[in-house]
């Protein structure tokens, strides 16, 4: 893989996702300047995951919710994600599934050049499975967007 | 969340793919006893990346390829982390997309009851993007199975 | 294009989406033999998305409720329509959207052969996006099926 | 085709689900050894097609509920079975359409090699349509998966 | 389920194809004023798969290749046929499978009342799997449509 | 629908396609400042579609080749769009389809508030169908995004 360290912001996030905020900044302390936003979200329904994690990134400021490309570009980069979790499907309850996720936001700047500005990463991690403890495996999704 | 150690063998294939065996191991020693098997692909043919990652597992003998139902469980987790890839168009090349990925394959028994048997984890970590290098960003998929 | 002014009933019916029967009639007068129906409406619900529409083409007599294979064209038209509109998704509230649409059926004979027969065309425009007002932008779907 | 008689438990699914147990024996002695659980549902609901089946499978010993692996295996066959029924969407009632199914689960080792294990077949014979009577037509889905 | 014998043509044209035109007759007698066409294809190449069952169609008089209506409501059978047999990739060799099929095409009236006119039904039954032979399971589509 | 015209560039985009960009100016012309660029593709490839779109906004200045974001906004609406043409396949040849399409892209800033910064529209209009001329019917996509 070509990619840098700059770029690698969707590994923070993940790592982030996976452990926690200081683990992942002791892994890659040059991401120190990035944004994180992080919460937990169980749930039926997938317009609950989505709404947890919006109002997680408006109440910590790490988007501006007057603005609607703010929250337009937070939208897509959630449902990208959240495609990984459900893996093909988009549905949750619909299909008789729960989800059990911790979730990572980190806005910042990964490329070098300045015309390139600020993107934003998602990540999910936690379980998915019948609606029955211990009834589930893992899942994971990433989704990144340009602010 | 309420998934216990032995459970995480996810988020273990996650970090040997972010990271490396070595590392992710050194993390989490408790996995000492799962098979990985590791690999990279890049390539604009969704095709290529399955069969590199089907190939890794049968000539590490991570899976015995001559068992049907073990090519099978593969396959579909196989399939399961290119939807987290490729964000819901389970396409590359056909849409004028570009992957550069690095693999895991983790078979193990991550639930402490005897008849739950194995399951198997696969992680891709990469880019995706257009064409031409640079013009790309990271993609993360997971996909879970039994054997 | 290849396509000739009698073929160009979708064109048709877009227009009247965009702005209103008459304006389209205006700019297409050689459509006047065509039947149309419009409607608006605003929702987080699909199901409702496409009962507004049904229950206009019905009320309005622009095809036979009694009938089930009127039914069966005008649904699957609708429903690629919807999927212009959702972009893939296939679902509004579910996803924390909601959609404020301006809709147009037309039916008639876009052929010069008489033996295509009857089809029909959806449009659907205007607003996709978040529950709030303002945060949201332009969305559009076009579906068309023999009668 | 090259499939020979012990592969084909899914023709034997799809002929419980279009006729009965007893008419699918009769047309496929060899499968007697194969376990069989039929039952019936009508629903806008996905999520109640999906439990229908999961309880009829446990109710009736075909799988062990206790165990998370099998009800992993039965579920993927349905969501595969369901696929065919809905023909792309995945959703129902969403898309208003209902269903009124019956279906068929059949467990059993199809292949001569004892490696191969046992494996699951859900078969789903039925109609679609708006949620009117007599405003429908058939579908069909079959799904298979190791268990 | 309240659907009557003259509904059932796609149980019909599964019975074609999950045995021969002669022994579902023979199960269903009914069905003899039905026009029945069957063919065989084996790809991994989906739209070779489509275009048998096209041709096949066409070369036998079962639609009239002339008249645009009679391509695009097969064409749509097809399709939703083909999402049972991919259960909702509609993808075969890109995503590494491939399948070998039987298929029958079924055009009638299958409503009393005479305005329902004409429906077409397509199955498809076979294997999907990986492209080394035995390495793979059975799988099944239905696609009805209104001619 | 409750919104102004500074918002509706879509509406502009779509004029543009499915008329010219003098025709949409006339009938429009407050999106006078808003920078456009239209282009043909016929193909059964979807990744030439793609590319054609991604050259022409490229060789007219409408995106900044060299900066990846645009090129990431760009590629996005682009998609969108052909979700519309495609109505949720995401597949041109590969399902034995063709496309003959006009396409817009406009760039411009349709909110009131400077903070919403630009943003782009993509809209495809022409015809689909079997690789044979007159075997085809309309279709139509749009898609939109932040830059």
Redesign the interface.
């Given at each position: 893989?070509?990619?840098n360290q700059q770029?690698?912001?969707?590994?923070y996030a993940?790592?982030v996702a996976?452990t926690d905020a200081g683990t992942a900044l002791g892994l890659m302390p040059e991401y120190k300047s990035f944004k994180v936003v992080t919460g937990?979200v169980g749930s039926m329904d997938?317009?609950k995951v989505?709404?947890s994690v919006?109002t997680a990134a408006k109440r910590n400021q790490l988007i501006?919710g007057?603005?609607?490309?703010e929250?337009?570009?937070l939208?897509?980069a959630i449902?990208?994600a959240?495609?990984?979790v459900t893996?093909?499907?988009?549905?949750v309850?619909?299909?008789?599934r729960t989800v059990?996720?911790?979730f990572s936001v980190v806005r910042g700047r990964?490329?070098a050049?300045a015309?390139?500005?600020e993107?934003i990463?998602v990540?999910f991690?936690?379980?998915i499975?019948?609606p029955i403890?211990?009834?589930?495996?893992?899942?994971?999704?990433?989704?990144?967007?340009?602010m």
């Open positions: 893989m070509n990619q770029q690698a912001f969707g590994k993940t790592l996976l937990k997938l317009k989505i709404s919006e501006n007057e603005v609607y490309r929250t337009h570009a939208y897509h449902i990208e959240a495609e990984g893996r093909g499907k988009l549905s309850g619909e299909v008789m059990g996720l911790t990964p490329y050049e015309d390139e500005g993107w990463a990540c991690y936690g379980t499975g019948a403890k211990g009834k589930e495996h893992e899942t994971l999704g990433l989704g990144i967007n340009h």
